[in-house]
């Protein structure tokens, strides 16, 4: 090039560039195995929609608990190459999987004592610190992202628990499920992707009213009037 | 095929009316079981608040950016009726050209950069990047026209550094108190300086022809050879995986290939018609190769 200084000019941007894709090549490559953990977690806790998967239930938390041991590594490991306040240059790389892994906390946690899992939870779960000025960090919004998945996980277990003969658990899917709805509408959601993830939340909250209806309709309800009647 | 649609969009849509309907009465019910002290609605109340601090630090900066944006439209806008040959009148628009590019630094940016302070500026780059694209673009063509050269983004780096003065707290002792400063910087990703510069090409492509309406020639392959030079730097880097530059890279060559028949014309047809008619001549062909839409200035 004939021109020297636009010659340094870009000769800097390239090697700006060259440093960042060998940071992104990283970072892909231990994102590659969190996805592998995250993987082998939602299978471990397909348990649950298989017929007698209520006996299992604990032991594949259980299990569960201890893949999250090898999350943690890899988050270990990820926030010693991220730099510090660059958390969001790259944060593409692994926003789905770590929305995908607290709605497999949040899940597990649910089986574990039927509550809502905090941020500060989850954040403990995934061994990553809850605010940002304190390093790598647990994005509030995956958070969130996480929990309307575990909404859609557990419409489909309300169903799945009727088939295997557990009434009491639709019962205790929609409370939990109602009040998250109720805590998400006090959110004011710009009109982003947690919004258009939100919108769909009301789908799963029908299909769990539906599972409800269908047991009181036919007195299957626990604790009801006609249970009890048709038990004596 | 709208036919076939037609209906089946509406079944769908009656039975989703009937949905809703069900659904907003159990969730009323739901709602009005649910007290303020339940643990998910405190939960909920929290991340809410969250959530509301960003967007609106969010929504502060893009209006920031967008008054860097318009004001460095402004400027250029006054780079290009700088094209006089009146010297004084010349060296007049450059400094207050100069002059308001260091007001965008001292009070836009600024503001921008303690909007920031303690924050991952990238989390809103989104919010700032058009404002800050659009000033480099001011900020080069400025360089340009006045030194003939720009200025690599380094030396810029070092005018986006503010001392801010802690103020003392406290009551105030007999001994004078020295007055410390904490360093704020507004960062701006490399990425983006030549996001702005190809955006600058644009800026010189125009005055390229303009250049040729008022039979300056010899500016126009000066010009064109400086845009030859940055094409060729562009090339030269591997920009995969970074759409927006390839995007950049593509108008860039469109506004090359302009000036460089621009030149091809001066140079075959200078002889035979006066100066004065040649833009008119090559913008008539211009317009017929090149419809790309024209971003405007105000």
């Known amino acids: 090039m004939s021109n020297i200084i636009m010659t340094e000019i870009f000769t800097s941007f390239q090697d700006y560039l060259h440093s960042e894709q060998n940071v992104r090549e990283e970072i892909r490559n231990i994102v590659k195995e969190i996805e592998k953990n995250a993987r082998e977690i939602l299978t471990v806790l397909q348990i649950i929609h298989q017929e007698n998967g209520a006996q299992q239930t604990s032991s594949s938390c259980l299990k569960a608990r201890q893949l999250f041991e090898e999350v943690r590594e890899n988050y270990k490991k990820l926030s010693a190459i991220v730099p510090s306040g660059q958390y969001y240059r790259f944060n593409d790389h692994w926003r789905y999987v770590t929305q995908r ?3 497999l906390a949040a899940l597990t946690v649910f089986l574990e004592v039927g509550i809502l899992v905090s ?3 989850v954040a403990e779960i995934l061994g990553v610190k809850v605010q940002a000025s304190e390093g790598f960090h647990l994005d509030l919004e995956d958070y969130l992202m996480g929990l309307l998945q575990l909404c859609s996980e557990l419409a489909r277990f309300a169903v799945n628990s009727v088939t295997s003969g557990d009434y009491n658990r639709p019962l205790e899917i929609s409370k939990f499920v109602g ?3 109720a805590g998400f509408r006090l959110l004011n959601l710009k009109n982003d992707s947690l919004r258009k993830r ?5 789908y799963d909250v029908k299909k769990i009213e539906e599972v409800v209806y269908d047991l009181s309709i036919r007195g299957l309800k626990p604790g009801s009037a006609s249970t009890e009647a048709t038990t004596e | 095929m709208s036919g076939n649609r037609g209906p089946h969009r509406k079944g769908h849509y009656s039975k989703h009316r009937n949905d809703k309907a069900k659904v907003g009465d159990k969730g009323r019910e739901v709602l009005e079981q649910i007290d303020d002290n339940n643990p998910v609605i405190k939960m909920f109340k929290e991340y809410g608040a969250e959530l509301d601090t960003k967007h609106d630090r969010h929504e502060r900066i893009v209006k920031i950016s967008r008054d860097i944006t318009i004001e ?5 806008f006054l780079l290009h009726s ?11 628009i450059f400094n207050e050209a100069d002059l308001r590019l260091n007001q965008l630094i001292e009070k836009s940016f600024k503001g921008i950069a303690l909007e ?6 990238y989390l809103y780059l989104r919010a700032y990047t058009a404002g800050v694209q659009e000033f480099i673009e001011a900020l080069l063509y400025y360089q340009f026209l006045r030194y003939g050269e720009i200025q690599p983004s380094q030396n810029l780096c070092e005018k986006f550094k503010y001392m801010i003065p802690i103020l003392p707290k406290g009551n105030d002792n007999t001994e004078v108190m020295e007055i410390s400063n904490r360093e704020v910087v507004m960062v701006i990703p490399l990425t983006e300086f030549f996001l702005g510069m190809a955006d600058f090409t644009g800026e010189l492509m125009r005055r390229c022809i303009n250049n040729l309406g008022s039979g300056n020639i010899d500016d126009c392959f000066r010009i064109c050879n400086y845009v030859k030079d940055i094409y060729m730097g562009f090339l030269s880097i591997n920009s995969s995986g970074y759409k927006e530059i390839g995007r950049k890279i593509y108008i860039l060559k469109q506004s090359l290939l302009k000036m460089e028949y ?3 014309n001066i140079q075959v047809r200078g002889s035979e018609i006066p100066k004065h008619m040649l833009a008119t001549v090559i913008n008539a062909n211009n317009a017929e190769v090149n419809n790309e839409e024209d971003e405007g200035y105000y």
């Open chain 2, 116 to 121: 920031l302070e303690d924050h991952d500026p």
């Open chain 1, 198 to 202: 939100f919108d769909a939340l009301k």
């Open chain 1, 101 to 103: 892994l607290c709605f």
């Open chain 2, 72 to 76: 460095s439209k402004r400027i250029i």
């Open chain 1, 119 to 121: 941020i500060n939870t």
């Open chain 2, 262 to 264: 621009v030149c091809y």
């Open chain 1, 179 to 181: 009040e998250l709805n």
């Open chain 2, 82 to 92: 700088a094209a006089t040959d009146l010297e004084h009148k010349r060296e007049q």
